[in-house]
């Protein structure tokens, strides 16, 4: 079935670095949402990227969408404490008729 | 952040056991959504409902049996559970089923005795 691969896994971080996590489809999106999950939460959503090679900002977050449309990163300069979580890219397929599928996430610690 | 609520917030039940997970969005939205996060899964779909209707089953056991008798409310009754299936269970909704922002709810931390 439809999959995104999603790293990497795990990622510890000092406090002050930089931070990616990256998103791989096999096949072409409609669009793709990013959502944070902090440890004993739930998921809430950050962003949508819908178009070809979109760029996203929130403060120390920017979203991008591939040309292709088969894949996405996150990228947190500067990371804080607050940035802890997990971070998961979820896509809609091409298909279109489909729910959301969500990739397997990345945890990010960030030691102080 | 109370649009999407669940209760019980944590559930200890012994493998026997029947209980219910309850769901309620305040958001009116139209598509709800059962997910299951474990350490070796995180967020699998279990089932799909929209206006009502199940629009989707992945392929979960029958122990587990889900019911939306509205577009606000979402039970998932259980019994005759495993030990395998201690996990967080998440309710989420959004407005429609396809092409939306998914709104979860604070889960239901499950363990199987």
């Known amino acids: 079935g439809q999959q995104v691969m999603q790293i990497p896994q795990y990622q510890h971080v000092q406090e002050g670095e930089d931070f990616t996590t990256y998103c791989n489809s096999s096949t072409t999106l409609s669009n793709i949402q990013w959502y944070k999950q902090r440890p004993g939460g739930h998921p809430v959503f950050l962003i949508q990227?819908?178009?070809?090679?979109e760029v996203k900002k929130q403060k120390r977050l920017t979203f991008q969408f591939g040309e292709a449309k088969k894949n996405s990163s996150l990228h947190i300069t500067a990371t804080q404490t607050t940035d802890v979580g997990t971070y998961f890219c979820?896509?809609?397929?091409?298909?279109?008729?489909?729910?959301?599928?969500f990739g397997k996430g990345t945890r990010l610690s960030v030691i102080a | 952040e109370t649009g999407v609520t669940q209760t019980p917030r944590h559930l200890v039940m012994g493998m026997t056991n029947k209980k219910s997970l309850k769901c309620e969005q305040h958001l009116g939205h139209n598509a709800m959504y059962w997910y299951k996060q474990s350490a070796k899964k995180p967020l699998e779909l279990m089932f799909v409902?929209?206006?009502?209707?199940?629009?989707e089953n992945n392929s979960v056991p029958s122990r587990f049996s889900p019911e939306c008798p509205n577009s606000s409310h979402l039970f998932l009754h259980l019994h005759t559970l495993q030990p395998e299936d201690s996990a967080l269970y998440l309710c989420?909704?959004?407005?429609?089923?396809?092409?939306?922002?998914?709104?979860f709810g604070p889960g239901t931390r499950l363990l199987v005795l």
């Open positions: 990227l819908v178009k070809s090679g």
């Open positions: 979820a896509e809609y397929p091409n298909s279109g008729n489909t729910p959301l599928v």
């Open positions: 989420a909704s959004s407005p429609d089923r396809v092409q939306e922002t998914q709104y």
């Open positions: 409902y929209n206006f009502k209707e199940q629009t």
